[in-house]
Every structure is written in C-alpha cells, then in structure tokens.
C-alpha cells in the first residue's frame, strides 16, 4: 500500500492528523468503557448516564469520568445507589471528561405552590375556584457549619448557630433574605444567599443561615 492510499485512508477517520488521532482515543475511550472498574448507571438530574466511578479519600467526595464529548452542568444532581450528590465541578477538554460531586447529607424544604381551578360559576357569572397546594419541593444539599479557606483542605468554623446550605441554581420565593427553614428540627432565617458559584442561572448557591428561637 502506497503512503498516499495508508494517508488517504487515515484521514477518513477525520479532517487532518491531530482530528484523526482525536477521534481514534475517543473511540477506544468508548469502546472500554463499560468494561472499565467503576463503570457504573447512574442518574444525574433524573438521567440514566453511564459513568465510571472514582472514590477519593475523603467519603464525602468522589469524582465521575464521563464518555468523551459529554458534559454534566455545575449544580446537577447525581443519584448513586441510593445516595444524592451535587456536582460542585466540572472540566474536560472533549476526550477526559471529569466531574467533582460531593455528597448530600440533608434537604432543603421549599413550599409548594398554590393552584386554583375553576370549579362553577355564581349567578353573576363570576368563577369559583378551587385552591389546592402542590406537594414541597425536596432539594438534595450539603449542609456545612464550617468553610475552607484559600482553595485548601484547612477550614475554619462558622460562628455558632450559623449553617450554609449548598444547592442546586434554584429560584423560589422561599430564597430570599429573612425568609425562614427548618433543618435538623431546628429554625433558621436566611441571612444572605451567595450566587459567586452560578453562571447564567446554572451552579449552585450557598445559602446562609442563622438559627432563630
């Protein structure tokens, strides 16, 4: 076989060489990756996607290598065996797709909504509604009494009967300053909410909370 033909051949498989050798790694990538330690299904935001596991030394934490091209957004929710985590990172150049998630340890009640459906009308004409709430709305998160500093495993303690809340981007009139939860049995009002880890409505927020008697 000529160099011409082998060449000719090899570029079928893409644009030019750098293409060429993109799509053959992804392709063997691809290839072994259900048979790779780790691999595991599980569902992020409710979607069945195949991933391979890595457990890190802290218990809390993991990281998810995903299928060349695929992306998982900051903030998803990742549901291992029967375990909840947030996606708190996420890189990857096309071929080594990387996830950071961290582990869910409580949830963070919001109200549901009210709907009102006609039922009849009076005798003027007028609707009579009926007024039914909506079931709250359960959202996994990471509760912390305590933060790290400068990128770094060192943390410092939050002042006493103060807790910050990690969720998903989330909008809800129960997200507001001074509005008040409950966690751990316990009453708290939202002191700030900080939006520093969310882009464009996607990624999480931290939620400060102060108890209150």
Same mark, same amino acid.
């Given at each position: 076989?000529?160099?011409?033909?082998?060449?000719?051949?090899?570029?079928?498989?893409?644009?030019?060489?750098?293409?060429?050798?993109?799509?053959?790694?992804? #392709?063997?990538?691809?290839?072994?990756?259900?048979?790779?330690?780790?691999?595991?299904?599980?569902?992020?935001?409710?979607?069945?996607?195949?991933?391979?596991?890595?457990?890190?030394?802290?218990?809390?934490?993991?990281?998810?290598?995903?299928?060349?091209?695929?992306?998982?957004?900051?903030?998803?929710?990742?549901?291992?065996? +029967?375990?909840?985590?947030?996606?708190?990172?996420?890189?990857? #150049?096309?071929?080594?797709?990387?996830?950071?998630?961290?582990?869910?340890? #409580?949830?963070?009640?919001?109200?549901?909504?009210?709907?009102? +459906? *006609?039922?009849?009308?009076?005798?003027?004409?007028?609707? *009579?509604?009926?007024?039914?709430?909506?079931?709250?709305?359960?959202?996994?998160?990471?509760?912390?009494?305590?933060?790290?500093?400068?990128? +770094?495993?060192?943390?410092?303690?939050?002042?006493?009967?103060?807790? #910050?809340?990690?969720?998903?981007?989330?909008?809800?009139?129960?997200?507001?300053?001074?509005?008040?939860?409950?966690?751990?049995?316990?009453?708290? %009002?939202?002191?700030?909410?900080?939006?520093?880890?969310?882009?464009?409505?996607?990624?999480?927020?931290?939620?400060?909370?102060? %108890?209150?008697?």
């Amino acid at each position: 076989m000529s160099f011409d033909l082998y060449k000719k051949r090899l570029l079928s498989y893409g644009n030019d060489e750098r293409d060429v050798v993109l799509n053959n790694t992804k #392709n063997i990538i691809n290839n072994s990756f259900t048979n790779s330690f780790g691999y595991s299904v599980v569902k992020i935001n409710d979607v069945d996607t195949e991933v391979i596991v890595v457990n890190k030394d802290d218990s809390t934490q993991k990281e998810l290598l995903i299928r060349p091209d695929q992306t998982v957004e900051k903030g998803a929710t990742v549901l291992v065996g +029967t375990q909840y985590y947030l996606v708190t990172d996420f890189n990857g #150049n096309g071929i080594n797709q990387k996830a950071k998630i961290k582990l869910c340890n #409580n949830t963070f009640t919001l109200k549901g909504s009210k709907i009102q +459906t *006609i039922v009849e009308y009076n005798d003027f004409g007028e609707p *009579i509604y009926d007024e039914t709430n909506t079931s709250d709305i359960l959202i996994p998160c990471i509760v912390d009494t305590s933060i790290t500093i400068d990128n +770094t495993d060192n943390a410092i303690n939050l002042p006493e009967g103060r807790i #910050n809340i990690t969720i998903p981007y989330t909008e809800h009139e129960d997200i507001a300053i001074d509005k008040e939860f409950v966690m751990y049995g316990e009453k708290y %009002k939202i002191m700030s909410i900080d939006y520093t880890q969310s882009i464009n409505k996607e990624g999480l927020i931290i939620i400060n909370g102060k %108890k209150v008697s």
